[in-house]
C-alpha cells in the first residue's frame, strides 16, 4: 500500500514510518522540515492548496496515495499560546481530512490523545479503567482532539466507504526516553496521565494494525502500554489518586487504568515493550 504520513519527522511520525516501510509499505512523509528524497515531501498542512496537491500527487515522489495516516500537531499545549495550539492543530487537521475525502483517500488512521478524556484529570474520570466512552477536554490541545474526532465521524456519515480510526495515544515514550522512570515509586508522577505511558515503537505497531483492520467508519481505541509507569499496584494508585471513584473490575498489579481492551480486541494490539525492561536496560548500559 502507498501511504502518506504526516509529521513524518516527528516521534512518533518517525516510528511509523520506519513500521510500516518495514511492513513491505511505499511510505510518503509530509512535514514541515526532513530529508530531502525519495519518501519525502515538505507540505505545510495549514495550507488547503499544498495538502490537497500533495495527496493527489507529487512529481517525483508519488500519483496519489492509498491511506493517509495523519499525525501531524503542536504534541502539547504551553509551546505556543493556548489559541496558537487550536487554531494551528484544528486547520492542519481540517485541512488534511477534508482534503483526504476530497482526494478520495478511504483509509485514514488519526492521532487522537488521552487529552480528548480529561488530562490532566483535575477532575476526577467518571469511572476506572478509563476507556473510550469518554470524552472530555480540559484544554485547547484536547479541544482539538475532540473536535477532529468529530469531525472524523461526521466526514464517515458523509461516505459511506470512508474509514476514519482515531487513536488515543497516551504519553509517548521514545527509546532511550525512560529516565524519569525513575521516579516509578513516587505516588505523584504520572497522575496526569492515569500512570499511564506507551513506547512509541508499540504507538507505530498500533498504527499499522489500525490500517490493516480499517472498516469503514469512524472508530476510537486508546492506545496505552499493558501496565502504569509506577511501582505501586494499580488499586492503591485508584483509591489513593480518585477516592470515591467506581473501579469497574477487579485491577490485576500494575495493570494499566487507561482501559485497552478494545485495541487488544479489535485491531490485535498486544503492546510489546515495558518501561521496567527499558528503564534496566538503560541503566545497565551506564
Ligand atoms: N507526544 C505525546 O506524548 C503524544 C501523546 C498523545 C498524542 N500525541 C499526538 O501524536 C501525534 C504525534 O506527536 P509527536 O509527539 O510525534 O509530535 P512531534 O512534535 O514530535 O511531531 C509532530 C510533527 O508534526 C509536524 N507538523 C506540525 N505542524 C505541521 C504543519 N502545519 N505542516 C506539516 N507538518 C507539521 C512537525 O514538524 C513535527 O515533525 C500528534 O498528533 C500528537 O498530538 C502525542
Redesign the pocket.
Known sequence: MRIAV??S?????TATVARLRDGGHDVVG????GPAGPGFTR????DYGQTLDALLGVTARHDGVDALVH?????VNGLVPDVTTFH?NLT?SFNTLFAALRAGVRTVVH?S??TAMGFPFAQPPPYLPLDEDVTAASNTYGLVKVLEETMAGQFARWDDALSITALR????VAPGGYDTFARAGDPAYRRDLLGSYVDVRDAAMAVALALDAARPGAAVYNVAAADTGLSIPSAELARRWFPGVTVRKPLAGFESLVAIDRAREHLGYAPAHDWRTEYAAAQAVR
Request: proline residues 3%; hydrophobic residues 60%; glycine residues 10%.
Open positions: 504526516t509529521g519527522s516527528g516521534t512518533l511520525g509530509f512535514d514541515l522540515a507540505v505545510d498542512l495549514a499525525l501531524a500537531a503542536i504534541p494551528a492542519a492521532a490523545s488521552i495515544f497516551t504519553n509517548l
